[in-house]
């Protein structure tokens, strides 16, 4: 009998949990998708246009990657907006989620810790429609600097 107790309430509190962790995820959330292994790892989408509150739901679909601020908590330059917050997912794998909530607005890049070399980044809009930002792209390494260059020239193009 003391087995079967010790069986049962476990699973309670775990069936709890995994409700409460299902009822925070909005309905309206975002979602971007992490691949790739090596030089095809990307975000997708990799530039992304949300409302300050707005919830960001990283799935990682293969590899080890991770969702990581440009900010000196990270080790790298300030690319969000200054009233913003770091953020680090730290290493994910195949099936991981993340979940992301913007509230300042301006312009987020990220980038996965593993593939920055290789240009995984990604750039995050909040309450703007502009892609471009005042970053200095010679602290970074060149291949992440070609591509959010890219982004300003698609986005361009868009007007």
């Known amino acids: 009998m003391k087995t079967l107790i010790f069986i049962v309430i476990p699973l309670i509190l775990y069936s709890g ?7 925070i995820t909005p309905s309206d959330t975002l979602v971007v998708e992490v691949t790739g292994t090596g030089t095809d790892a990307k975000f997708v989408p990799a530039l992304i246009q949300v409302n ?3 919830v960001i739901r990283f799935e990682v679909l293969e590899g080890m990657h991770t969702v ?3 900010h000196p908590d990270n080790r790298r330059p300030l690319r969000i907006p200054d009233a913003a917050s770091s953020f680090d ?5 195949k099936g991981d989620v ?3 909530k913007i509230d300042e607005k301006g312009v987020y890049d990220y980038f996965c810790m ?3 070399r290789l240009g995984h980044v990604g750039r995050i809009l909040v309450g703007t429609k502009e892609a471009s930002a005042e970053y200095d792209n010679s602290l970074i390494p060149k291949e992440a600097a070609r591509i959010f260059s890219m982004y300003w020239k698609k ?3 868009k007007k």
């Not at 949990?17 to 009822?23: C, I, K, N, S, V």
């Open 17 to 23: 949990e995994t409700l409460h962790a299902l009822q």
């Open 52 to 54: 300050a509150g707005d």
């Open 68 to 70: 990581t601020a440009y």
């Open 89 to 93: 997912s730290g290493m994910l794998n």
């Open 98 to 100: 993340w979940l992301l």
């Open 114 to 116: 593993p593939h920055e």
């Open 155 to 157: 986005k361009q193009q």
